[in-house]
């Protein structure tokens, strides 16, 4: 997001933050109203037009908002949603991404009150190694033709009794409503708010072998001095890098692949 819209999602994620502080909110039924309030955006794009027109008074945007949600869902979701429309918005499109964060971050509060954060973090990143290695499960689960219900019960089928019900809700939310996105970089966003629901910055290391323990600390300790930010390593194993490590922060690649020496020395020789 750009301008405004930065400005307008930094102020849903204040307000948002300032709700789920208090234990007495179900996180749980925020994610699915906030979630429901996404799906009607993305369809109706009418309305969301509407709601981000900056010709509008942003007290009769947000007025109109409380009228469409009242009875539809919880008067904190139709605070957050109204507060988000009185702000300015880039693109009217920005306004759904931003309710569609906030209905996930709500499941990470969640799984972060019953203490199973990093096991949810860990299982979605697992499960995008899964899908990138496996072109079969990947069409199954973005096959146009096929209904939605059928694509989210093979969410069920895949995780249910193996993942944490947050990861499932999760998946199966990011299933029924891709939006125009690939499921690899749909759960590699949510792996990262996952992280960010912990300040911590996302790390992916591929190496050959299997870290031992004592490697998997130096390696955290030493991005973290690099990058003055506690780190999480999501781990990969991949024989092709041949030996070393391969560290992706982002879009920043930091490669010590004998793989990567190899091409280099190749680009050179035809050089």
Known sequence: MNGASREALGAARERFDALTDNTSVD?????????????LLDREVS???????????????????????AGQVGGEVVDLVSGMVRSRWSRSRDLVDATEELAASADLVAAQRAGVLDDVEDELFRFGRIVS???????????????TSAKTALVRELLGGRANPVTER????????PRGRSLEAGLEALSRLAAARRDRLVVVVTSAVPLSDRQKQRLGAALATLYGHQVHLNLDVDPAVLGGIEVRVGDEIIDGTIADRLDEAARRMAG
Do not use: M, N, Y
């Not at 290695?133 to 209904?147: G, W």
């Not at 999760?170 to 409503?177: I, P, S, Y």
């Open 170 to 177: 999760l998946v199966g939310r990011l299933v029924a409503q």
């Open 27 to 39: 996180a749980a039924t925020l994610a699915d109203e906030l979630a429901a309030v996404t799906a």
């Open 133 to 147: 290695s496996s072109t079969e499960l990947r069409s199954a689960l973005t096959d146009r033709v096929a209904t």
């Open 47 to 69: 309305l969301r037009r509407v709601l981000t027109d900056p010709a509008q008074p942003g007290e009769a945007k947000a007025e109109l908002a409380g009228r469409l949600l």
